[in-house]
């Protein structure tokens, strides 16, 4: 059902790399989101977007950027990796319609800093 | 904004029912009950939500209590595959549709 897809599942970088997680969806949902979850932690949501051209921080402070450009496109960028950042990060999405709230998660992508 | 207080884990034998009680008793009257499921190292699943009416789809039932502070989710017939850590969550109140993910019960299916 869900159309909605992160890459890479998974990253290994060393510290000061700059880095993108792409998240994409096919179902043509206004809104997206991004959290991060270390293991066996909480989700925490750290950006949303609710159109194009539309971001807002999170709950969570994070030192990293998205973008809203198109539709089907959520792109987190880390401008220079730490190993604090080592964490999953869950993309999702979400209809028009806020009443329903239901979100569409990715796989994630697991990402170490070393 | 409403918040929901769930118990770290359950266990439940495999066929039998699992019922994972939720407390929300600070919830207002437009704010939603949502459950989600997360199985180890992926994301949320959607399973069900509800105002105040039960909820009954393919996947779970979803008990409201009259006055709303609680409510349960239903797995009829728990398999192993059910084992993930399931989420209460009340839909954040003028904030669209963000939600807030607390840190959920663990329910373990024994065979």
């Known amino acids: 059902e869900a159309d909605i897809y992160q890459t890479p599942r998974y990253l290994v970088i060393g510290t000061g790399k700059k880095i993108t997680l792409e998240c994409s969806q096919t179902m043509g949902h206004d809104k997206m989101y991004w959290y991060q979850q270390d293991p066996g932690m909480e989700l925490h949501l750290i950006h949303y977007?609710?159109?194009?051209?539309?971001?807002e921080k999170g709950d969570l402070s994070s030192e990293s950027t998205v973008s809203r450009i198109r539709t089907e496109h959520f792109p987190l960028t880390l401008e220079s990796a730490r190993p604090s950042h080592t964490s999953q990060y869950l993309c999702?999405?979400?209809?028009?319609?806020?009443?329903?709230?239901?979100?569409?998660f990715g796989s994630g992508t697991q990402l170490s800093v070393l | 904004d409403a918040k929901t207080t769930q118990p770290p884990s359950m266990d439940c034998a495999e066929g039998r029912a699992a019922n994972l009680p939720c407390n929300h008793s600070?919830?207002?009257?437009?704010?939603?009950v949502y459950w989600y499921r997360q199985i180890h190292s992926q994301g949320p699943q959607y399973i069900i939500h509800g105002l105040k009416n039960n909820e009954t789809n393919e996947m779970a039932s979803l008990i409201i209590t009259e006055d709303r502070k609680s409510s349960t989710l239903i797995l009829p017939h728990a398999t192993l595959r059910d084992t993930a850590v399931y989420y209460c969550?009340?839909?954040?109140?003028?904030?669209?549709?963000?939600?807030?993910f607390g840190q959920g019960t663990e329910l373990s299916v024994k065979p």
């Open positions: 999702a999405s979400s209809d028009r319609d806020i009443r329903r709230g239901k979100l569409f």
């Open positions: 977007s609710y159109g194009v051209n539309s971001t």
């Open positions: 969550i009340v839909r954040v109140r003028n904030q669209g549709g963000k939600l807030i």
């Open positions: 600070t919830i207002s009257g437009n704010e939603y």
